[in-house]
Structure formats: structure tokens, C-alpha cells
């Protein structure tokens, strides 16, 4: 038989670019770990940090839930976006009248930008080889 989910924990996907968070909040302390670490020892800079956290202070949460992040592909600042992606579904599905602030702030939004692909014939992606007249 399979355990019961605890109703006080909420979890939420986030993606940027390559990355995919799977966040899980608990009501707690305010304790980050992402991928078994504390998120000052994942994640390099402070703009990096301060955009995992971003919805949390957003919303007046910092400190009132403990975050389990599980996140991989990409880089680190495409994995900060995509902590912040789901840390912002996660606290939806805990309190909806947090919607409209997050949503006001772009943070519901998933940004779809991508690296674009290297076309055939040409060095990159917008590159082209120089142009010879002779």
C-alpha cells in the first residue's frame, strides 16, 4: 500500500532553458537545500540565490517554509530560474491568493527562451561564412 502524502507539503515543476526543478515545500524554518546542499553552497552568486528566494520575498514567506529542491540540466543560472519557476507553482498550490504578486512579478510565466539551434551550411546560428564576390 502506498503512503499518504502529507497535506502541509506542496511540490511544484519549474523549467528554464534546459534546467527542471522539482521543489517541495514544507512548512518550516526557511531551510533551503538544492540537491542534498544548503542553496549558499549549490549556487555561486548572490543574484543567484536572491532569484531562488525571490518569490518567497515577493509573497512576506521568507522564513515560514523549508524548501527540497531537486533540479538538473543546464547551467547554474538557468537552474536558479527554474528553482524560482517552481518555488512561485508550489506556493500557488499552498495559498492561491498569492496568484496575482507572483503573476504581476513574471514569475508564473515560464520564459521559453532557448539557444537556437546551429543551422546546416553555416558556422552557428545566425553566423554566416564571409561572402566572396570573387
Request: charge should be positive.
Given at each position: 500500500?502506498?503512503?499518504?502524502?502529507?497535506?502541509?507539503?506542496?511540490?511544484?515543476?519549474?523549467?528554464?532553458?534546459?534546467?527542471?526543478?522539482r521543489?517541495?515545500?514544507?512548512?518550516?524554518?526557511?531551510?533551503?537545500?538544492?540537491?542534498?546542499?544548503?542553496?549558499?553552497?549549490?549556487?555561486?552568486?548572490?543574484?543567484?540565490?536572491?532569484?531562488?528566494?525571490?518569490?518567497?520575498?515577493?509573497?512576506?514567506?521568507?522564513?515560514?517554509?523549508?524548501?527540497?529542491?531537486?533540479?538538473?540540466?543546464?547551467?547554474?543560472?538557468?537552474?536558479?530560474?527554474?528553482?524560482?519557476?517552481?518555488?512561485?507553482?508550489?506556493?500557488i498550490?499552498?495559498?492561491?491568493?498569492?496568484?496575482?504578486?507572483?503573476?504581476k512579478?513574471?514569475?508564473?510565466?515560464?520564459?521559453?527562451?532557448?539557444?537556437?539551434?546551429?543551422?546546416?551550411?553555416?558556422?552557428?546560428?545566425?553566423?554566416?561564412?564571409?561572402?566572396?564576390k570573387?
Open positions: 500500500m502506498a503512503t499518504a502524502k502529507k497535506i502541509d507539503e506542496f511540490a511544484a515543476t519549474g523549467r528554464r532553458k534546459t534546467s527542471v526543478a521543489v517541495r515545500l514544507v512548512k518550516g524554518a526557511g531551510a533551503i537545500l538544492v540537491n542534498g546542499l544548503d542553496v549558499k553552497e549549490y549556487f555561486d552568486t548572490k543574484d543567484m540565490i536572491d532569484t531562488v528566494s525571490r518569490p518567497l520575498v515577493l509573497t512576506e514567506r521568507e522564513g515560514q517554509y523549508d524548501m527540497k529542491v531537486s533540479v538538473k540540466g543546464g547551467g547554474k543560472v538557468g537552474q536558479s530560474g527554474a528553482v524560482a519557476h517552481g518555488v512561485s507553482r508550489a506556493l498550490i499552498a495559498e492561491e491568493d498569492l496568484r496575482p504578486a507572483l503573476k512579478a513574471g514569475l508564473l510565466t515560464r520564459d521559453a527562451r532557448m539557444k537556437e539551434r546551429k543551422k546546416p551550411g553555416q558556422p552557428g546560428a545566425r553566423k554566416r561564412f564571409q561572402f566572396s570573387r
